[in-house]
């Protein structure tokens, strides 16, 4: 397997800048809802991830007592 460099402070402040590109003349109310917002998308991305790990573990039984 090839080596992959990662170049997370780039990465950082690339997406620092797009954000703050974004949050240019928003009011605190503004920036705090865009952050709210930011956050419950990826709480449910998580939760979404969570849901379709655990029904992949449920029929990985069922699919291992198959083969046999």
């Known amino acids: 397997m090839a080596k ?3 170049r997370a ?4 402040r690339k997406i620092r800048e797009q954000i703050a ?3 240019v003349g928003k009011s ?4 705090i809802a865009f952050f709210n917002a930011a ?8 939760a979404a991830l969570r ?4 029904a992949a573990a449920k029929r990985r039984p069922a ?3 198959k083969r046999k």
């Open 51 to 54: 849901a379709r790990k655990a």
């Open 28 to 31: 605190d109310e503004e920036v």
């Open 4 to 6: 992959r460099e990662v």
């Open 21 to 23: 590109a974004q949050l």
């Open 39 to 46: 956050g419950r998308r990826a709480q449910q991305r998580a």
């Open 63 to 65: 699919l291992k007592a």
């Open 9 to 12: 402070v780039e990465m950082v």
